[in-house]
């Protein structure tokens, strides 16, 4: 009996270890059936067509750019713009930042298949899934520095649901949360800050940014492996964090502009196009508009019993 029952748990552990195994090799090549069951037919029809929406946006953008004349500020807005609708610039060339934070949905997810079920999006290689879902980056450009503030006696600022994106380093939060999503490998997916410079300089907008940035910003000895690299979807591994060899002066050039293109997007982000302030209670507040009797009874509750309310939620 014992034996019997040895050899069963041997059975059941090798089955185990054989699923894992080709579960974890499957997950890996990031195309296989186990994965490819995860988007319902419907959302793939959405992503379609957001796909195309994104494509209208970038080429109107374009025209913009090329046929305006801009102000330095316009300019770098516009520049910010360009690569969040630009689907160039992701692993697989099919997700911009703006696939989970569309205008017709106030800058967070647009594909109400996945809003209603997984929340979550998936990424570049679209068998991989984000962590969370979406937030709306509107009027995300007034959240400052992270910081203690020591009357309320809680930390201020930062970007992403945790403050993770503190900001510190470019002063900055919304520049520096910029830099997380090409490096995700649930997002947009690179395998080095590198290739999101790499990509920028083979776009029709290059010269525009080197206006703006300076003739160094992508003067940079590419690898002549640079277009395999940047094909190839992150993490890079632990031996080799920026598998992506450009050397010292060069990855330094290539980090600096990594940087403007933090700010550039920055600046999209905190222009009135993204923050119109034209909800009604905006209009009510600049006194252009008055709330019904009902408005005003959930206003009124909202000011004076919320943070009460929210306390008693949270101990329960
Ligand atoms: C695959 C979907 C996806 C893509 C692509 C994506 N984001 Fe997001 N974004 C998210 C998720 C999810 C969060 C919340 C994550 C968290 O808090 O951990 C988020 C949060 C944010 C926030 C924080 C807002 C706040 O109030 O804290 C900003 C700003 C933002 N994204 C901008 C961008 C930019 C810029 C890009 C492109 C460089 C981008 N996103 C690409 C899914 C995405």
């Given at each position: 009996m014992e034996k019997m029952l040895k050899t069963r748990y041997a059975w059941t552990a090798g089955t185990v270890v054989i699923t894992l195994v080709a579960v974890a090799s499957a997950l890996r090549s990031g195309e296989g059936p186990v994965d490819r069951d995860r988007i319902p037919a419907a959302a793939r029809k959405e992503i379609k067509s957001v796909e195309l929406e994104i494509d209208r946006i970038e080429a109107e953008s374009l025209n913009k750019a090329r046929s305006t004349t801009l102000d330095r500020f316009q300019q770098i807005t516009l520049l910010g713009k360009l690569i969040f609708y630009d689907r160039q610039l992701s692993v697989k060339r099919n997700e911009s930042c703006s696939f989970c934070h569309m205008p017709e949905t106030g800058f967070t997810g647009p594909i109400s298949t996945l809003n209603r079920t997984t929340a979550a999006y998936p990424g570049s290689v679209r068998t991989r899934f984000s962590g969370r879902k979406p937030q709306s980056h509107t009027y995300a450009s007034f959240s400052p520095v992270l910081h203690y503030n020591s009357e309320q006696g809680d930390f201020v600022g930062g970007q992403f649901w945790d403050m993770r994106a503190t900001g510190l380093r470019l002063d900055s939060a919304l520049a520096e949360q910029a830099q997380s999503p090409p490096l995700d490998p649930t997002e947009i997916g690179f395998i080095d800050p590198a290739?999101?410079?790499?990509?920028?300089?083979?776009?029709?907008?290059?010269?525009?940014?080197?206006?703006?940035?300076?003739?160094?910003?992508?003067?940079?000895?590419?690898?002549?492996?640079?277009?395999?690299?940047?094909?190839?979807?992150?993490?890079?591994?632990?031996?080799?964090?920026?598998?992506?060899?450009?050397?010292?002066?060069?990855?330094?050039?290539?980090?600096?502009?990594?940087?403007?293109?933090?700010?550039?997007?920055?600046?999209?982000?905190?222009?009135?196009?993204?923050?119109?302030?034209?909800?009604?209670?905006?209009?009510?507040?600049?006194?252009?508009?008055?709330?019904?009797?009902?408005?005003?009874?959930?206003?009124?509750?909202?000011?004076?019993?919320?943070?009460?309310?929210?306390?008693?939620?949270?101990?329960?």
């Open positions: 290739c999101m410079v790499y990509r920028i300089s083979q776009r029709p907008y290059r010269s525009m940014a080197e206006t703006l940035w300076g003739a160094q910003a992508f003067a940079v000895h590419w690898p002549a492996d640079a277009k395999q690299v940047c094909d190839r979807p992150g993490p890079a591994p632990d031996a080799d964090p920026f598998p992506l060899h450009v050397l010292n002066v060069d990855r330094g050039i290539a980090q600096t502009t990594f940087d403007q293109i933090a700010e550039a997007i920055a600046a999209f982000e905190g222009s009135p196009e993204v923050n119109p302030f034209s909800a009604k209670y905006d209009y009510v507040m600049a006194g252009k508009a008055e709330f019904t009797p009902e408005e005003k009874a959930g206003y009124e509750l909202f000011r004076s019993k919320t943070t009460h309310v929210l306390n008693s939620w949270t101990r329960e």
